[in-house]
């Protein structure tokens, strides 16, 4: 087990230095951060003098390990907009991103794992192919859209919710609806598939031959063992979700990290761009990690 | 053994045979490709099929209902947006950006991930790893994030809307053939091509990539929805194609202004886009139980 957690950890923390290289690269190698900084009428003297101060005259990989080195140590550097550090805008916002990506998942569990177990259960049947239509189109339908719509239904028209801001719960409702119907979709078919495969196997004849109740023949023995890859898809989707978050986050004016992305990529604001690209990177590498250590445990054959 | 001379009609289907039959009795392949072959040939012959110009403003005719609403004529089936462009003429040459951007980026990354796939799964070892490793570091990067900066630097051209589409969708391709390569490479005709003394490149070509196509076609047949999926958030973000083109995603973003008092300039588009991404899906699924059956879920 430690040998295994050890190897995942290497290939994780490798990636997560390749990533950080491609964070910081894509966006300084893009343009001059110097000429941004000192405005549109500076003369190029005075972009030398900024880019001297800020250290924008050095080779790449010494600006790289620079800021890796002060990343590591929490210093993300400042906004060029706001002139806040980064650190602090990010620290700010994660809680309400990730309120938003968990209640997504959540949500996207509660009706995803139901659906795909009573799909199973009745395969070929027109229960089966409804679920597998709702997913068809939830896997389809245009996210930024599909909020557009929940806003001039349920905001507009109903009057239900409010459409735009994070302040109450309330405000939560219908970005949390829009990202989870985007991943209920691969919930609901992993869920699907595990159970049919299950339901058909010897220990589930055997459990049914006991005479056991069929509420414990399903949710004990099968919907326990079917389960196992959906666990494993929520640390992946979380990831998904945290990233994902730009879109809905911008529509609904949610005050989270996808909406300060979305405004830093307009205000050509580098270093905030470049630090919740690597941070997002982080959470995604890490959650897989996560996700594989605890399948490893549920499941000690993956462990060889 | 002595039946078969009793039955001299006895046919055993090639592959090919059993793939068509299935083909013909799948519906979702043939609804969904009848769909996705409808929308190429509207965005192929958009110019004698849309009524006006797409580009064309006319301020005394802003915001004309659709035929079914109360005032619409059939001059503007579909209405006219906030600038008195025609929405059913944008639709039409809408297609054309989804489209062309959807194929040709899934053709990049196809190319891109196949050979990495083919390279990592026939070598293995060292090469493996690196290949292994690559997949790992595309897949932490978060896609919309990443596609929205780039774009904000390159410019929303379609031209480079392709290339980076194409540069972040790589990976399944990779995945995929990597995967299936690593069967064929112990078979009897990659160790025969071997044994003849035929290069690496010529048994990737000649003996691997012909077993790996089916597959490749059916990943490209799904990525191309998430493609255009794509495409069309960053447009709506403003962050994709530019206004004028009429991009769905576009359309959606300028019809959204008019919500409340026009909500049809919000969804016409976006049922454009739903429907030809459901057809995608269907197509790619039936693509997948027709020609690569062993890889259903």
Known sequence: ?????????????????????????LLRLS?????????????????ARIAQAYGLDRPLYVQYLDWAWHALRGDLGQSLFTHEPVAGLILDRIGVTAILAVSSLI?????????????????????????LTLAVFGQAVPMFWFALILIFVLGVMLRWLPISGSATPAHFVMPTITLGVATMPAFMRLTRTGMIEVMSSDYIRTAWAKGLRPASVVFKHALRNAILPVVSLSAVSLGFLLGGSVIVESIFAVNGIGLLAYNSITRVDFPVVQSILVFLSFCYIALTLVSDVINARLDPRIRL | MSDAAA???????????????????????????????????VAVFAPYLAPFDPYDQDLSRRLIVPVWGAGGSWLHALGTDGFGRDVLSRLIYGARISLEIGFSAALIAALLGSLLGIAGGY???????????????????????????????????????ILIMGFLTWDRYAVVTRSVTQQLRGREF???????GASHIRIALREILPNVTNQIIVVASLEIATIILIEAALSFLGLGVRPPTPSWGLMVAEGRSFLFF????????????????VAINM?????????APEGRE
């Open chain 1, 1 to 25: 087990m430690l040998r295994f957690f050890l190897r995942r950890a290497v290939i994780a923390v490798l990636v997560a230095i390749t990533v950080s290289i491609i964070g910081f690269s």
């Open chain 1, 31 to 47: 343009g001059d951060v110097a000429a941004v900084l000192a405005g549109e009428s500076a003369k190029p003297e005075d972009i």
């Open chain 1, 107 to 131: 949500f996207a569990l509660l009706v995803a794992v139901p659906l795909g177990v009573l799909a199973a259960l009745r395969a070929n049947t027109w229960i089966d192919r409804t679920a």
């Open chain 2, 7 to 41: 039955l001299p009609e006895l046919h055993i289907p090639s592959p090919r045979e059993l793939m068509v039959r299935r083909a013909r009795g799948h519906l979702g392949l043939i609804l969904g490709g009848a769909i996705v072959a409808l929308a190429v040939l």
């Open chain 2, 123 to 161: 070598f293995g070892g060292t090469v493996d790893a690196v290949v292994l490793y690559l997949i790992n570091v595309k897949l932490a990067l978060p896609v919309v994030l990443v596609a929205l900066s780039l774009v904000s630097i390159a410019g929303g051209s379609v031209g480079s809307l």
């Open chain 2, 190 to 196: 990659v160790l025969a091509a071997q044994a003849a």
């Open chain 2, 262 to 277: 026009k909500p049809y300039l919000v969804a016409i588009p976006g049922i454009a886009i739903l429907l030809l991404v």
């Open chain 2, 283 to 291: 197509a790619g699924d039936g693509l997948r139980d027709v020609m």
